[in-house]
């Protein structure tokens, strides 16, 4: 969506709401109300714009963050050589760490994968595995469904 549909101040408040922490330094950064705020985001063509310049803010975010993984994968497996010993159990723990957690993902997205086609052969629903109904539940759900699954697998 243009921001054309925007006034010159609604314009401004989007680019304070999106410098500053909270919406309420974003709305004294731009001089606006909270109320004025309230109101603009019911507008169809503020929120669009507003949404649409977070989520190229994210992205860019994500996208820096991105191109430094490699470089912060060498710099913690280059500590692990370091002289220092509590350098090293730090940078190992930390190695660790998000190696485990990468793993418990991997895991978890198998195990999210089973449950969907498990549903699904079991309900008959979409030959292609996919339930749009899984899509509906939050993945506090899907983890109470995991954890049921897991204890009816034998060990």
């Known amino acids: 969506m243009s921001s054309t549909r925007l006034t010159p101040r609604q314009r401004r408040a989007i680019q304070c709401l999106l410098e500053s922490r909270s919406v309420e330094a974003g709305c004294a950064a731009a001089k606006i109300s909270r109320s004025t705020y309230y109101v603009w985001t019911e507008q169809a063509s503020f929120k ?17 963050l991105a191109q430094t993984t490699a470089k912060a994968i060498e710099t913690l497996a280059g500590l692990l050589d370091a002289g220092d010993n509590r ?32 549903l699904n052969q079991q ?19 899907l983890e109470q469904r995991l954890a049921v699954l897991k204890r009816m697998r034998p060990e």
């Open 123 to 141: 309900q008959g629903n979409h030959a292609n595995g996919y339930d749009p109904e899984l899509e509906r539940l939050s993945l506090e759900e």
């Open 48 to 64: 669009a714009e507003l949404d649409r310049q977070r989520a190229e803010l994210i992205a860019q975010g994500f996208a820096v």
């Open 87 to 118: 350098l090293k159990r730090l940078a190992a723990r930390d190695v660790l760490a998000t190696y485990l957690k990468h793993k418990e993902l991997d895991e978890l997205t198998y195990r999210v994968e089973a449950v969907e086609a498990r």
